[in-house]
């Protein structure tokens, strides 16, 4: 019998955006008891690139020239991520476009994507290296309060069907107008510092295998969306613990 397993395929980490390394993700996902977690870095469209780096900021991102060493470390740990914990790791990257405003979130894809490419061009090329895609956080707001996945919401007739999941909740967030969709769905935390371990998951009743695990989210049958409450022994996790003393 296939148990219910706890999932986060969207978890970003200080090769991009987020605060911890991938061996503390790995730490704080192992230790709490995880089943399967994705490590999913940004990379950017050309033009946002240029953008920041013309304003000046130092941009940690993946990107074409550092793919292959970017996908390497989730390799490694992927061996210490079973080993210590029995969890998975998937190596993945977001795809995201802050140009035209979308974000998709590929899974276990070994190819560079360029997010420069049109959705459906990104979401073939995801198809054909049997990878999963994800819409990622389609109602979701930045700083200026736009959406940062309108054109995957606002042509989600379109795009329905041609993901493999979309994001119903994110964060802290639900999305109902996605859920009323019937779209394929998974939850997920975006995690970027640790005050977002505490999210939206999923639960997935599969085998504990990389391959079983992506055919499920495909089929999307014996899946759920499940809201993390702070853990009641949370001393245990040695990382949370040392960021709440640090945050005092
Ligand atoms: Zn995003
Ligand atoms: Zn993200």
Same mark, same amino acid.
């Given at each position: 019998m296939d148990n219910w397993l706890l999932c986060d395929f969207h978890i970003h980490t200080n090769i991009s955006d987020g605060s911890l390394k991938v061996s503390e993700v790995v730490d704080l996902y192992g230790q709490y008891g995880f089943d399967v977690i994705? =490590?999913?870095?940004?990379?950017?469209?050309? /033009?946002?690139?240029?953008?920041? %780096?013309?304003r000046g900021n130092k941009v940690s991102c993946v990107s074409r020239e550092n793919f292959?060493?970017?996908?390497? =470390?989730?390799? %490694?740990?992927?061996?210490?991520?079973?080993?210590?914990?029995?969890?998975?790791? =998937?190596?993945?990257?977001?795809?995201?476009?802050?140009?035209?405003?979308?974000?998709? /979130?590929?899974?276990? /894809?070994?190819?560079?994507?360029?997010p420069s490419f049109e959705v459906i061009k990104i979401l073939r090329m995801i198809k054909e290296c049997g990878g999963i895609s994800i819409?990622?956080?389609?109602?979701?707001?930045?700083?200026?309060n736009k959406y940062l996945s309108r054109h995957l919401y606002e042509n989600i007739n379109i795009y329905k069907d041609m993901f493999d999941a979309w994001e119903i909740a994110n964060q802290f967030d639900l999305y109902n107008e996605i859920i009323e969709k019937r779209c394929r769905f /998974?939850?997920?935390?975006?995690?970027?510092?640790?005050?977002?371990?505490?999210?939206?998951?999923?639960?997935?009743?599969?085998?504990?295998?990389?391959?079983?695990?992506?055919?499920?989210?495909?089929?999307?049958d014996n899946i759920a969306i499940t809201f993390l409450k702070p853990h009641t022994n949370k001393k245990e996790i040695k990382i949370l613990e040392e960021a709440s003393e640090n945050a005092k």
């Open positions: 994705a =490590i999913t870095d940004h990379a950017f469209d050309s /033009v946002f690139l240029k953008k920041l %780096r013309e292959r060493e970017y996908m390497d =470390i989730p390799k %490694r740990e992927q061996e210490r991520a079973w080993k210590e914990y029995k969890m998975i790791l =998937i190596p993945g990257y977001e795809i995201t476009n802050n140009t035209d405003y979308y974000h998709i /979130v590929a899974l276990d /894809v070994q190819e560079y994507i360029d819409a990622a956080h389609p109602l979701k707001k930045n700083s200026d /998974v939850g997920n935390s975006d995690f970027h510092h640790i005050k977002h371990f505490y999210s939206w998951k999923t639960l997935i009743k599969a085998e504990k295998d990389p391959e079983a695990i992506k055919y499920a989210i495909r089929r999307n």
